[in-house]
């Protein structure tokens, strides 16, 4: 396979699972690792994938990749999370859904759930969710973020306000090895927190790839979340804090 033809199948395989590696490549391809190197240190070049040790992941920074390229980012493994999330959120409960390609998964799981109040600043999780009658839809007013269907701004932590919800279900966009959990807008960063604070108990959606990336502003630490559902064990030392902490990790998919 020419180079041309070879480094669109390397970003697809790069948004299908999050990191590449120079071996894997070279395996999947049938050519050495020298050419695959090469590959990745072109589409680093051209500010396509950054490259880290025995591979490349997709680029990070101060600027989020694309929405619907995020929905197709380890869908298999979303579902899997969302899932199993949904699964602990009892009939009759009280829910948050913030923005997110996770959380929009945890609201199709939703669908099969009876007597349940979502709020949201998700436009679409609403659209998700008018499919089922049981559930009432409470839709936080504000700003339309075009880009994917989110409600940001100071209208909608004023209407998060007024509600204390018995499960908040958020996502993010990175996660720190300390710990820390971030995203890009500072706007969003905001009505994350306030969701946080108006919750009784914080669970967080975040597949592995949360941990290969990293964005600049914080919403709040791993110490908040009660809960986190992801589909790969956490390093080490962030399973360590997150023991010390009390935040139970629920591994979902092959790696449970």
Same mark, same amino acid.
């Given at each position: 396979?020419?180079?041309?033809?070879?480094?669109?199948?390397?970003?697809?395989?790069?948004?299908?699972?999050?990191?590449?590696?120079?071996?894997?490549?070279?395996? $999947?391809?049938?050519? =050495?690792?020298?050419?695959? $190197? $090469?590959?990745?240190?072109?589409?680093?070049?051209?500010?396509?994938?950054?490259?880290?040790?025995?591979?490349?992941?997709?680029?990070?920074?101060?600027?989020?990749?694309?929405?619907?390229?995020?929905?197709?980012?380890?869908?298999?493994?979303?579902?899997?999370?969302?899932?199993?999330?949904?699964?602990?959120?009892?009939?009759?409960?009280?829910?948050?859904?913030?923005?997110?390609?996770?959380?929009?998964?945890?609201?199709?799981?939703?669908?099969?759930?009876?007597?349940?109040?979502?709020?949201?600043?998700?436009?679409?999780?609403?659209?998700?969710?008018?499919?089922?009658?049981?559930?009432?839809?409470?839709?936080?007013?504000?700003?339309?973020?075009?880009?994917?269907?989110?409600?940001?701004?100071?209208?909608?932590?004023?209407?998060?306000?007024?509600?204390?919800?018995?499960?908040?279900?958020?996502?993010?966009?990175?996660?720190? =090895?300390?710990?820390?959990?971030?995203?890009?807008?500072?706007?969003?960063?905001?009505?994350?927190?306030?969701?946080?604070?108006?919750?009784?108990?914080?669970?967080?959606?975040?597949?592995?790839?949360?941990?290969?990336?990293?964005?600049?502003?914080?919403?709040?630490?791993?110490?908040?979340?009660?809960?986190?559902?992801?589909?790969?064990?956490?390093?080490?030392?962030?399973?360590?804090?997150?023991?010390?902490?009390? =935040?139970?990790?629920?591994?979902?998919?092959?790696?449970?």
């Amino acid at each position: 396979m020419s180079q041309t033809f070879r480094q669109p199948d390397i970003l697809e395989i790069a948004r299908n699972e999050g990191k590449v590696t120079v071996e894997g490549l070279a395996e $999947r391809f049938g050519v =050495t690792v020298q050419t695959i $190197r $090469r590959d990745l240190t072109e589409l680093a070049e051209a500010g396509k994938l950054e490259r880290v040790h025995g591979g490349a992941i997709l680029p990070s920074g101060v600027t989020n990749i694309g929405y619907d390229e995020r929905r197709r980012l380890n869908a298999a493994s979303k579902t899997e999370i969302a899932r199993r999330c949904a699964r602990d959120i009892p009939e009759g409960a009280s829910v948050f859904l913030n923005i997110g390609t996770t959380t929009e998964a945890v609201a199709r799981e939703l669908l099969h759930h009876h007597t349940l109040m979502v709020v949201t600043n998700n436009m679409n999780v609403a659209n998700i969710l008018v499919g089922n009658p049981d559930i009432e839809v409470i839709v936080a007013g504000g700003v339309l973020r075009r880009a994917d269907g989110g409600l940001i701004g100071t209208l909608t932590t004023r209407v998060i306000e007024q509600f204390k919800v018995d499960i908040a279900v958020i996502g993010c966009s990175a996660m720190d =090895t300390s710990g820390d959990i971030l995203d890009f807008d500072v706007q969003e960063v905001t009505v994350s927190q306030t969701i946080i604070r108006q919750a009784r108990r914080n669970k967080l959606v975040a597949d592995h790839s949360k941990l290969q990336r990293t964005a600049p502003a914080r919403i709040a630490s791993l110490e908040q979340i009660d809960t986190l559902y992801t589909d790969e064990r956490l390093p080490p030392a962030l399973v360590q804090r997150c023991a010390e902490w009390g =935040t139970q990790t629920v591994i979902c998919g092959p790696s449970a």
